[in-house]
């Protein structure tokens, strides 16, 4: 008896819209690898499939919500979460994930994910971070790192990076976390957690763009940053590593730190409600 | 029980405050917002109101975020509105272009200033009229109300919701600053004499695959489900199918952005509000909106005094142009009169919906036009 290798279903078509398939990402992208991570997720979580939402902005990670078969809403650059705050905060029964890149997230939408971030919306946040921005072409954005090439910086990047679990921290999370995508239980786990925790949580995913970082950077393909991120991830304990060491750049031989960050109970933003006098 | 949703009976209010109990009596009940003058009143007021009927006020970190907030929300499936002036209307035109597309409705009050840029903040403009109409990005149509007192601040932000809920789409609110801060009478009805518009809602509930952007009807409206109902559907500011699913195609764009398009063209007669004042027998047609419009009718019935056969149109409705209503009316007049308080914006409109050149009394801004000049410039075609 033989196996087939093509099989009519898989077992995450009930939660992707696979009559979209295929999809955009070129070979050895990061994203859909944690897509999947979210997909599973939701299905394993306690709140209906119905009642989960996913925004997302512009870029390449910001079509994930085109792919999910959950109420989707692919908004504007930088605006996706905003969009998800007001879904959030008028209906709060749905649990809304917001699922986007770090130049949408950071750099046209960084106001807002710092304003959420302050007032502790409960949105979950899963930001690919690819170090550049990928659909457009491999231009340079707010994670990467100085010195590293992209195609508006033929020169090397002139710019210093954000340290994007410590901006977070900073801002006011009550969740903070890092993973890559090699670490796909880890961050189906955490996703799942974060779906039980109330207020603004974060969670950084690095991904591979070989086409758009890794070809520039001498990172060969997507497997070499996996390898990269084999070698070099070191899963933190609690408050045991500086926040001044989350910076990355993989082109260094230097540790990248991974794990649970911030983990606290600030209050989650609540809208006002008072009694008609 | 007191019903403090709707405060009905006689106010001495101003404008903007009118405008926020507008949107409570017409079941708004999520506004988020930035400050700016001239309109922060609005959101002052709601922040003190929408918490006391179960509503929900945000005060966002700057006007890109509150027009996707406002999305979101009414994507949720509530009333949604934000206020503005025009260097927040700038920013807001990013999204309110996202909200044409998505086909979600709200309602964006812009209490306009003198501009552009900073401008005159405490000051009075009506030069926003054609960013109303083309701010955004590409091709479409927009609802736009301009009231030219405290009533109709009231009267028609509730308007403002029941198009933009009727239609799918933002509806603007063209007030400025003299109507904002200007304090008049406000009769405010019983709630169950207001007449509130629902949205179209899908006939079946979610039963496998749903199409959220088939407009089977002949309003070209598809019906609307929201967030969290079971009906899993994907909106993208992409160009989109009936599925709501990207398709990048020629064929599908034109296909979704006339359908945007015509959906207001043809329900124009269902938009449109206008008002005629000393039309009987009138050889020299004066039009106008918002403020402006107040002096105009008193340069009108001066001139009516006078003799001179002077009649009025004001404008309520600015966008979509009401085309058929003014060639009518302009079609047998000697001259036609518009006066507005920019350099020239509704003027040209005219111009190009009647073929003739008209004269324009205009200022670019800061104080209300005075009768004297729209009476000399009545008096001047008369001769």
């Known amino acids: 008896m033989t196996t087939p290798i093509v099989v009519d279903s898989h077992p995450l078509d009930k939660i992707f819209r696979s009559d979209r398939l295929p999809h955009i990402w070129c070979p050895g992208c990061g994203i859909g690898i944690a897509m999947r991570c979210y997909g599973q997720a939701v299905l394993e979580s306690q709140v209906p499939e119905e ?19 959950l109420d989707s809403y692919h908004t504007t650059h930088g605006r996706a979460i905003p969009f998800a705050a007001g879904l959030k905060l008028a209906k709060p029964e749905l649990m809304v994930t917001v699922f986007s890149g770090d130049g ?4 046209i939408g960084g106001n807002h994910l710092i304003h959420a971030a302050r007032r502790n919306i409960d949105l979950k946040v899963i930001c690919i971070n690819n170090f550049n921005y990928g659909m457009t072409g491999g231009q340079v954005g707010p994670t990467t790192p100085k010195g590293a090439r992209g195609t508006t910086a033929p020169y090397g990047n002139p710019e210093l990076p954000f340290n994007l679990p410590y901006l977070m921290a900073a801002s006011g999370a009550n969740y903070v976390s890092r993973w890559t995508t090699l670490h796909v239980r880890q961050l189906k786990e955490d996703i799942l957690y974060t779906f039980s925790k109330p207020g603004f949580t974060f969670i950084e995913v690095l991904a591979p763009c070989p086409i758009g970082f890794g070809k520039s950077n001498n990172i060969e ?24 060491a989350l910076g990355i750049d993989l082109r260094e031989d230097q540790p990248i730190y991974i794990g649970r960050f911030i983990d606290r109970d600030r209050p989650a933003f609540k809208p006002i409600q008072v009694e008609a006098g | 029980m007191t019903n403090r949703t709707v405060l009905t009976g006689k106010h001495f209010i101003h404008g903007d405050e009118a405008c926020a109990e507008g949107a409570i009596a017409a079941g708004c009940r999520f506004f988020g917002g930035y400050p700016i003058t001239p309109s922060t009143e609005i959101a002052e007021h709601l922040a003190l109101r929408l918490p006391q009927v179960g509503g929900i006020f945000i005060q966002m970190e700057d006007e890109l975020g509150s027009m996707a907030a406002i999305l979101g929300a009414s994507a949720a499936g509530v009333r949604s509105m934000t206020a503005t002036s025009g260097p927040g209307l700038s920013l807001m035109m990013e999204n309110l272009g996202l909200g044409i597309m998505l086909e979600i409705p709200c309602v964006v009050v812009d209490v306009q200033r003198g501009s552009p840029s900073t401008g005159l903040p405490t000051m009075p403009g009506q030069s926003d009229v054609m960013q109303a ?12 109300y301009a009231p030219w007192s405290p009533q109709e601040m009231f009267d028609l932000t509730i308007r403002s919701f029941n198009v933009a809920d009727r239609y799918r789409i933002p509806v603007l609110l063209m007030s ?8 008049e009478r406000v009769v405010i009805p019983p709630a169950d004499q207001i007449e509130l518009w629902e949205r179209k809602r899908p006939k079946s509930p979610p039963n496998g695959r749903f199409d959220p952007f088939l407009a089977e009807d002949a309003d070209l409206v598809p019906p609307m489900v929201h967030a969290g109902e079971g009906y899993r559907i994907h909106y993208t500011g992409l160009t989109h199918n009936e599925r709501g699913y990207p398709e990048m195609t020629a064929e599908t764009h ?14 124009i007669d269902q938009i449109t509000l206008i008002e005629g004042y000393y039309l009987d027998n009138a050889r020299i047609l004066v039009i106008s909106y918002g403020c402006t419009a107040r002096s105009a009718r008193r340069a009108v019935r001066e001139a009516r005094n006078k003799g001179i056969p002077a009649g009025m149109l004001r404008l309520i409705s600015l966008w979509p142009f009401p085309e058929e209503q003014v060639k009518t009316l302009a079609k047998d007049m000697d001259a036609v009169i518009v006066a507005e308080m920019n350099l020239g914006q509704v003027s040209r409109e005219v111009e190009r919906q009647l073929r ?10 800061g104080a209300m036009i005075p009768p004297e000049p729209i009476l000399n410039a009545i008096q001047e075609a008369a001769a």
């Open chain 1, 51 to 69: 009642k989960h939402v996913v925004t997302s902005g512009i870029g390449c990670s910001g079509r994930v919500a085109g792919y999910m078969y």
């Open chain 1, 104 to 107: 949408d997230l950071v750099s």
């Open chain 1, 221 to 244: 393909d997507g497997l070499e940053e996996m390898r990269l991120y084999r070698e070099r991830c070191v899963l933190i304990e609690d408050g045991d590593v500086y926040a001044e």
């Open chain 2, 133 to 144: 109409r083309w701010g955004t990005h590409g091709d479409y149509e927009i609802v736009a």
């Open chain 2, 176 to 183: 400025d600053e003299v109507v904002g801060h200007m304090v």
């Open chain 2, 254 to 267: 034109h296909r979704l952005v006339t359908r945007l398009v015509q959906k207001i063209r043809r329900n």
């Open chain 2, 356 to 365: 003739r050149a008209v004269s324009g009394v205009y200022h670019a801004g």
